[in-house]
């Protein structure tokens, strides 16, 4: 009987320990999505009182003088994000119900009264400016929306999503899924997989090796978890299967906590070839029969390439009765179209070099060139300070962020 009074109280312990951890995340949401609807509420006033008094700017920076003097314990009211709060209520006009005139009382609230069922209440102030001055695409900002809401991405996390543009590369593989896997599991697996991967985070000097790339993502395993996305969980590297008296082995091994399923990548050199995908169905028959529990959905297997042909790729797949996905990877982000052509070759780097330094120093490498330069010693006060401006100035081009609410 004490031992059943023991096991029912830690239910109980349990049970009150998740309420308050739900309660806290809708306080948070709460504050969140009030704090938010404010700032659109103030930037909607601000907006409808230089419209009708056709005031000019000037009104904001001495408006934020005097809230900083009459309130001065509140914070995010500088001048800079009260212009941020004027620009959010012009980029969602239909945000909130319609901010009242002054003199009004102040009633808005969220549809059903309910905080957080807008995107833009969803997220935290700091985040939603910055997709105001890096995301331009109404569309694209909603699904980074919905997507840091789902994910809980930091806003350092967004930014590198945003960087490396993860809603143009997600859900673009080439798989099988619609015919391996049932409507919902399949959409879901989709959605899960990326085309290219960006493994700009490695420092890898052609040419490689495959164990290389795989001692690289598994060195770097946390920025490697973040780019395949939310829910893997690193299972091993080279991972030893048992077959007929054979040792074969997986590159990695990972289950995915909302497919409630095993995945196996396989990361090849170079451009993709049809006989991978018979390689990873072996893979995946026998992590199906031997990890597999009765409840895991069935193994995916994702195969990684530097290139890929999606005609070769999808006939490749025809007839394979287990889901498997084929994508690429990038090592480093690709320039935009503009960028690659304007751009030197090293080719005409070193020509150039060789034109200007005189026929002597014509078989001077750029490799060799930038070990001349470890000798350089360091700059002097003077020459410091001129480079100091220079980094100042730039400084002065790159777009102000929030300083509120992180």
Avoid at 75 to 92: A, C, P, T
Avoid at 142 to 152: A, D, I, P, R, V
Avoid at 372 to 397: I, N, S
Wanted: aromatic share 8%.
């Amino acid at each position: 009987m004490k031992h059943d009074n023991m096991q029912r109280y830690g239910e109980l312990l349990a049970d009150v320990k998740s309420r308050i951890r739900q309660a806290q995340t809708r306080a948070m949401l709460a504050v969140n999505a009030e704090l938010v609807r404010l700032y659109w509420d103030i930037g909607c006033l601000i907006a409808h009182i230089q419209q009708q008094e056709k005031w000019g700017a000037g009104v904001i920076p001495r408006l934020a003088r005097d809230l900083q003097n009459e309130l001065p314990e509140m914070k995010g009211f500088s001048e800079r994000n009260i212009k941020l709060m004027v620009q959010f209520s012009r980029e969602y006009p239909d945000a909130f119900p319609a901010t009242p005139l002054i003199g009004q009382p102040v009633v808005a609230q969220l549809p059903n009264g309910e905080p957080g069922q807008l995107p833009v209440a969803q997220i935290p102030w700091a985040h939603n400016v910055l997709l105001m001055q890096r995301v331009k695409d109404k569309s694209a900002r909603l699904w980074y929306m919905q997507s840091t809401f789902k994910n809980g991405w930091s806003r350092n996390t967004l930014a590198l999503m945003i960087d490396t543009g993860t809603h143009q590369r997600q859900g673009q593989a080439v798989t099988n899924f619609d015919q391996c896997l049932p409507a919902p599991q399949s959409d879901l697996a989709r959605q899960t997989l990326k085309d290219p991967y960006i493994f700009d985070f490695l420092t890898l000097e052609k040419p490689f090796h495959e164990r290389e790339l795989e001692a690289g993502l598994v060195h770097h395993l946390e920025k490697f978890l973040i780019e395949l996305g939310q829910g893997f969980a690193f299972v091993g590297r080279q991972y030893r299967l048992d077959v007929a008296d054979e040792d074969y082995c997986i590159d990695l091994l990972f289950y995915h906590l909302r497919l409630r399923a095993f995945v196996v990548i396989d990361l090849k050199m170079g451009a993709f070839k049809p006989e991978y995908a018979g390689k990873l169905n072996f893979y995946c028959n026998v992590v199906n029969d031997r990890l597999r529990h009765e409840t895991d959905a069935p193994t995916i297997g994702l195969i990684l390439c530097q290139t890929k042909d999606n005609v070769l790729a999808e006939y490749s797949l025809i007839g394979i009765e287990k889901p498997i996905g084929i994508s690429s990877y990038q090592l480093t982000r690709s320039l935009p179209a503009s960028l690659q052509s304007a751009l030197p070759t090293v080719d005409q780097i070193e020509a150039e070099l060789g034109r200007d330094l005189g026929e002597d120093a014509k078989n001077i490498k750029v490799s060799e060139l930038n070990q001349a330069l470890d000798g350089v010693p360091p700059l002097g006060k003077e020459e410091a300070g001129t480079f100091g401006r220079d980094v100042d100035a730039a400084r002065k081009e790159i777009p102000p962020e929030s300083d509120s609410w992180d």
